[in-house]
């Protein structure tokens, strides 16, 4: 987890404590964060390191968003229920919605890229029930780029797949998880929520 350019008082809700280096943080007295937590305001190299980060974040949306000659456009007005995704590039000039499943198809070394013009609505469910990306064939969640462009609302128990490059705001509700990355131009709201990085 980390932020930058601000600092490390931006990450709030989170029992944090410095590493002797102060070069980052862990979780004070609880398991909330498993791993370290990097801001701008820790030592050197971390800031250097961050403004990498978030320089290839950025280079990675511009990348996705200048991808050319879709595969499919406008896909099921943007309703991803029930639909298998083969790999690749697909456009939507409005936003999407998901309130029961979306398959992605595919072998391990194949990619999907989704272009989003607006955001992306994730309906909200029951322990168990709630909606879901599912990946079938080998595929990896590492392979399947989410470019957004306005905001990600994850609904409760829902359960993503893949890295989201999102241009403003990504929010979990309770229950709701992720497999691979959530990556924000401006902030990620998590409520004790599973984010398990993918291999990226």
């Given at each position: 987890m980390g932020t930058s350019p601000i600092a490390e008082t931006a990450i709030t809700g989170f029992g944090l404590v410095r590493d002797s280096t102060n070069t980052f943080s862990k979780s004070s007295g609880?398991?909330?964060?498993?791993?370290?937590?990097y801001a701008a305001s820790h030592a050197a190299p971390t800031p250097a390191?961050?403004?990498a980060a978030v320089g290839n974040m950025e280079s990675a949306y511009a990348d996705a968003t200048a991808r050319a000659y879709p595969s499919?456009?406008?896909?099921?007005g943007g309703n991803l229920n029930g639909l298998t995704l083969?790999?690749?590039l697909y456009k939507w000039s409005s936003g999407l919605s998901l309130s029961t499943s979306v398959t992605f198809e595919g072998c391990a070394d194949e990619i999907w890229i989704l272009q989003i013009s607006?955001?992306?609505t994730v309906a909200s469910g029951g322990v168990g029930s709630g909606a879901k990306v599912i990946l079938e064939g080998g595929c990896l969640a590492e392979n399947?780029?989410?470019?957004?462009?306005e905001s990600v609302d994850v609904g409760s128990y829902a359960h993503l797949e893949g890295i989201f490059l999102v241009k403003t705001g990504m929010t979990f509700k309770a229950g709701a998880s992720l497999n691979g990355a959530a990556l924000a131009q401006t902030a990620v709201t998590l409520i004790s929520n599973t984010i398990a990085k993918s291999s990226i």
């Open positions: 609880d398991s909330t964060v498993t791993g370290k937590v390191y961050m403004t499919y456009i406008e896909l099921n083969e790999p690749g607006g955001s992306i399947i780029f989410w470019q957004v462009a």
